[in-house]
């Protein structure tokens, strides 16, 4: 899973640049900046899609609306691909003032094109990605070919990209004429990674060839097989995500913390400390992964539910499902579970296994049922006492017998 928190910062020329965080709901693995197409925004499906899914893969990533686009303030007619790579130092800056500078950078086709020649700039970043990026920035011309030759006359014109409406003056097309984008993949210092749509009838395969040729080990090539340009397809942008995702783990990523442990099948639900942090513990549940950890008050990184939160959680989920289940089979016009629970320690009226003189403490878990519907007073009190009939609050309620040993040590090289 992942967060979305909306953000702004001052790009390059000093105007307000609209922005979103993607966060994991983890620890952060690392930062990340990605860069959109040249008649897109942050919100476009490529963008969001992708970010979303390398967040869910434990990396922060920034996505904003260069200059003049989409939530960003100023005027598009004074950008070009100059002040792009501008805003994207900007962003960069953003991220290590109020987070942490970004070790990754993913550039979308002409965000691709900036992202690579932003690369050398940004002394944070360790590796680089592109997904159907132009081997040249002229390239962009050729989506308002026939607008050409009137910028350069009139000193700018209208054009329609992508069904949007943009004004380009000459300078957009004399800075587009200044940039080669071979040269700055040529002089990377770092990993790349150049993925591109063999069928892309936008920026053609011969580009990602050119751009592959020019980069210097090590360099990664990935086929996005049927995509189009826009990546609008959700297979093909969860695709792209998973890969970038374990691509930068091995360059952009310093992980002091564990390995999280391998699934097993059945019912065992696995739980192991992370290594980040003093409580952080990942919990596996066959194919389910989340964390556990302590607030910051008790020394934890509250990057997850406590242990009593968890078993308030299974209480609550069990008493909801229990509910629902007896809601159909009596044909009950039930429309909602809500279950809210909070767990403490109170003093023990009666205790019989107390001990003299000590003082008698138990668990008390306060559950209030929130019950949507057209229910009457009688089936409320029935559901009422059903949800103390939920296999969890019986399992809580009964003796509970837990057997704990140990498990085989993993042999060493010293065990021979």
Request: aromatic letters at 6%; one cysteine or more; proline letters at 4%.
């Amino acid at each position: 899973m992942a967060r979305t928190q909306s953000v702004e910062f001052r790009g390059a020329d000093g105007d307000s640049l609209a922005a979103r965080l993607e966060l994991p709901d983890g620890p952060v693995r690392a930062y990340a900046l990605f860069a959109h197409c040249f008649s897109c925004s942050k919100d476009g499906h490529a963008a969001t899609r992708i970010s979303r899914r390398l967040a869910e893969r434990g990396f922060a990533i920034l996505r904003f609306d260069f200059t003049g686009l989409g939530g960003s303030d100023g005027d598009f007619a004074n950008t070009n691909f100059t002040s792009n790579v501008a805003d994207l130092e900007a962003a960069a800056a953003f991220l290590a003032a109020q987070y942490q500078a970004p070790s990754l950078l993913v550039g979308h086709s002409l965000g691709g094109a900036a992202v690579l020649v932003a690369a050398n700039r940004i002394a944070s970043v360790k590796a680089v990605a592109t997904l159907g990026a132009p081997a040249d920035t002229a390239h962009v011309m050729q989506s308002f070919a026939g607008d050409v030759s009137r910028i350069e006359t009139e000193g700018e014109a209208e054009v329609s990209l992508g069904g949007r409406k943009f004004r380009l003056r000459k300078q957009f097309l004399d800075d587009l004429d200044g940039h080669s984008v071979e040269e700055a993949v040529r002089s990377l210092h770092q990993p790349v990674l150049i993925a591109h749509s063999p069928v892309d009838e936008t920026v053609g395969i011969d580009n990602a060839s050119r751009l592959f040729r020019a980069a210097r080990h090590p360099k990664t090539y990935v086929s996005l097989d049927h995509a189009d340009h826009l990546i609008t397809g959700v297979e093909d942008a969860a695709y792209i995500g998973d890969v970038i995702a374990a691509w930068a783990a091995r360059y952009a990523v310093d992980e002091a913390g564990y390995p999280p442990p391998v699934a097993r099948q059945g019912e065992s639900v696995i739980v192991a400390e992370t290594g980040l942090g003093k409580f952080q513990n990942y919990v596996l549940a066959g194919d389910h992964a989340a964390y556990a950890d302590e607030p910051e008050s008790v020394g934890g990184q509250d990057t997850g539910p406590s242990p009593y939160q968890y078993l308030a959680a299974a209480l609550g989920a069990c008493t909801s499902m229990t509910l629902r289940m007896y809601a159909e089979h009596k044909s009950l016009p039930l429309e909602r579970v809500t279950v809210q629970l909070h767990h403490e320690k109170g003093h023990a009226d009666d205790c019989a296994n107390c001990v003299e003189g000590q003082e008698r403490k138990v668990d008390i878990i306060e559950r209030t049922l929130t019950l949507e519907g057209d229910l009457t007073a009688e089936q409320r009190e029935r559901l009422r006492e059903i949800a103390d009939k939920c296999p969890v609050h019986r399992t809580l309620n009964a003796p509970v017998v837990i057997r704990t040993a140990l498990s085989k040590p993993a042999l060493t090289e010293h065990d021979g």
